[in-house]
């Protein structure tokens, strides 16, 4: 369970940077005034929030 455990941190991990990058693109995009980027980039947030996270499944069973 280790190996699984490590994968699902890692996959976590990356996760949360690709959210954590595209917030910062969000945050670029409104002080440079482009709502239009905004707008696309809080979505593409909204799609990743919505891919399916194996680790609170992990979490869940514990």
Excluded: C, F
């Excluded at 976590?12 to 002080?31: D, I, M, N, P």
């Excluded at 909204?46 to 514990?62: S, T």
């Amino acid at each position: 369970m280790d190996v699984i455990r490590a994968i699902d941190e890692a996959t976590r991990a990356e996760h949360e940077r690709w959210v954590a990058e595209v917030q910062g693109w969000v945050e670029a995009a409104r002080e440079r005034g482009d709502e239009v980027a905004v707008r696309r980039y809080l979505s593409q947030i909204d799609r990743l929030e919505a891919i399916p996270k194996p680790w609170e499944n992990q979490q869940r069973a514990a």
